[in-house]
């Protein structure tokens, strides 16, 4: 099959991602002190942010960081210089303790290819982790176009520029780099969930809530933002300030109305539907029980998918279709078939059974061009990332299969709501991916013919479409 990247989680131009990490720096430096040119030290932690930039000359309107304090009720609202929240000083004292790791973490800023001239760039670990420190205070906010995706997934905007090096795949797969990102990780997941996060879902610029915002999720989900809205495509409350969404993931997670997933052809059970709203990147035929899958252009892995499951030998010579999911798509999972829940699993990733996931491990390539190295690790990233299984046994010609969520950098959080024996109707919801953009996989067994279903009224094919959840994508016999 041909190797090609349908969907991506950042713009194509890295000049975007700079600019992103130029902005956030200026933002980061200034709140731990730092000058936002030179990146010296003009103040010290707990100082008077105010009175601090006196000594710079610098102006900053200190209400655009608001979301970085939690002052308490009736507290004078002064910011000062931040600290390091308790997660990211354990994870800077962990780098600087272990040697292999601290090697890796400087020698990977020498490896990496450098942004554009005058940009704002990342020099150094403690640098990195006050980057992280700032990210950690607020959920993504809305950027118009291509920026959009750099906003959905914060973290891996500012770490991208590192994995394709050797260094960053050293650091970014040792297992205590990753208990440490997994430790931040839960701390941002912990706000994210918080009714506190409901600060970026108003319809000011940059909020979940503005013109632009809703129709962009409109038009991600199939619809004309000229002639549909928000509250004709999803089930919210538009009296409500936060259109009745409680949290950053509960508007993350929301639910289509029944009419913009109704599933194509419910009863027939040759057809296979789609499982999410996602674009199709790969149909990959003749399976492999073990393969190099850390190999650029290398097939799948069957036996490191499944994580060393009893049923992997029913799926060897069989097929796989792989779809990515945006950060503005719908982000549940519902039933590709009528059958019955054989078994559930949820696999943390490379180091399994245990935690943590792999969050930004990528196989490594010669484009430098390009930062989106996780987008273009699809097969590498079903091996080594949060995993969550759901094996089915389809009525009709189907059979056993398996959807595999995949839960990727950030993300890497997978919600399953079915449980062993239940009966499954096309549609029915499996589970849920929270706070990012992710990736899945139907894989089905060895012996069943499986075809694409075109798509759309000039027949595009099927890898490379943008396909709703509920459609018709597959045929089986």
Known sequence: MPETTVCRWLPE?????????????HTSRLLHGRDPDTCERFANVGEDLETAFGKINVSFDLSRVAHCYRFAAGKKQAPTVLKLDSVVQKFKEFIEAEGVVYAAFNKMFEQAPKPASGQRQITNYIELMEAINTNLATAPTYRPGPS??????PFYGIIARFCNTNAGYEAFTHPGVNQHFHNVFKKWHQHLTSSASTDVIHDREGGWLSTVALNAMVQSAGGNPEKQTFDSFYVCDTSDPHYGFKSYDDLFIRELKEVHRAVVLPDDVSIVNSACSSTVHKLYRDLKET???WIKKTPYSLRHILA?????????GGTLLQAMLGSLDYHRWRSPVKGTVVETRLI?????PNPPPTYY?????NDHTDLDV???????????????LIFIQADGPVGLMCFVGVGLGEVSTCNIVVEKGQKLEKGDELGQFHFGGSTHCLIFRSGLSVSPIQQGNEN????????RVGKDILIVG
Not at 148 to 153: K, L
Not at 361 to 365: S, V
Request: hydrophobic letters at 45%.
């Open 148 to 153: 959009a995706m750099v906003a959905g997934v």
């Open 291 to 293: 393969d190099e899958f």
């Open 348 to 352: 943390s990733g490379a180091t399994h």
């Open 308 to 316: 060393n499951d009893e049923r992997t030998k029913y799926f060897i």
């Open 374 to 388: 996780v987008s273009r690790s699809q097969d590498f990233v079903t091996a080594i990332s949060t995993r969550a």
């Open 361 to 365: 491990a990528a196989c490594l390539d």
């Open 460 to 467: 595009p094919p099927l890898v490379g479409s943008k396909v």
């Open 13 to 25: 131009d890295p000049a975007i991602v700079d600019a992103y990490v130029h902005e956030l720096l």
